[in-house]
């Protein structure tokens, strides 16, 4: 047996045909750590062979196939040859999310600097006692990033939307000209909070991240300014 053998036997011995695990789970399950890849890379958890061999013991040899969250972390184990099964993976894992969450972030800076012309670094705002992840030399940019993801892909997250509306109310407290949210993984999370609280945001942008794209979007339609811009 190996490695990852306890893994197979758990998925062969399961009566489902779509299995949620948390890493903590997958962790308990196997007896060990997963390694520092596992919760970081998509590849990791790739559907192929070769020296994959978490893949080969772990679920491929019993005839499974998974789909990992890295931003939730948890991965979604489902039967080979059930249609109606694949189909249900949607449900939990957004097709948005190719990058980890401090991958969104870096790219996310690189982005927003480009976007108004000025370098963009994590500090501490005077007006404000939070570090935030961009801000200008002169204070006058002010942003945070957000990689957020609906609850079990489908289900609000009311944690996050209580977190985004006190990031709202503290760039609104910094006083600078330029304030902004820009949001990755999943859209959902940001476009169903405008969709409640919208109207009560006061000079705040929201953006989102398209990966593979190179294109932020803004969310909350603002007059004269683009809605989509290229980097």
């Known amino acids: ?18 299995v949620k695990l948390t890493f903590k789970d997958v962790e308990n399950i196997l007896g060990f750590n997963l390694p520092a890849s596992a919760k970081e890379h998509q590849a990791w958890w790739a559907n192929s062979g070769g020296s994959h061999t978490q893949a080969i013991d772990g679920w491929l ?13 948890f991965v979604i184990f489902t039967k080979n040859g059930h249609l109606e099964i694949e189909q249900q993976i949607e449900e939990y894992i957004p097709k948005e999310t190719s990058i980890s969450a401090a991958q969104f972030e870096e790219e996310a800076r690189i982005f927003m600097s480009k976007y108004y012309s000025k370098e963009l670094l994590a ?13 200008s030399d002169d204070c006058e940019i002010v942003g945070d990033a957000k990689f957020y993801t609906m609850v079990r892909g489908n289900s ?15 760039l609104e407290k910094t006083g600078a000209q330029h304030k902004f949210l820009i949001f990755g993984n999943d859209r959902r999370v940001p476009e169903e909070w405008l969709k409640r ?11 989102f991240y398209v990966v ?11 007059k004269n300014k683009q809605n989509s811009v290229y980097l």
């Open 156 to 170: 609000l997250p009311p944690a996050k939307f209580a977190t985004i509306a006190e990031h709202v109310w503290l």
């Open 197 to 207: 609280y919208g109207d009560l945001v006061d000079g705040v942008d929201f953006f």
């Open 212 to 222: 593979g794209e190179r294109k932020i979007e803004r969310l909350n339609r603002t």
């Open 61 to 73: 040899s019993m005839g499974w196939k998974a789909s990992v969250d890295l931003n939730e972390q």
């Open 123 to 135: 500090c501490k705002h005077p007006n404000v006692p939070k570090i935030f992840d961009m801000i």
């Open 1 to 18: 047996m190996g490695k990852y053998s306890k893994l197979g036997v758990y998925l062969q011995n399961s009566p489902d045909s779509i």
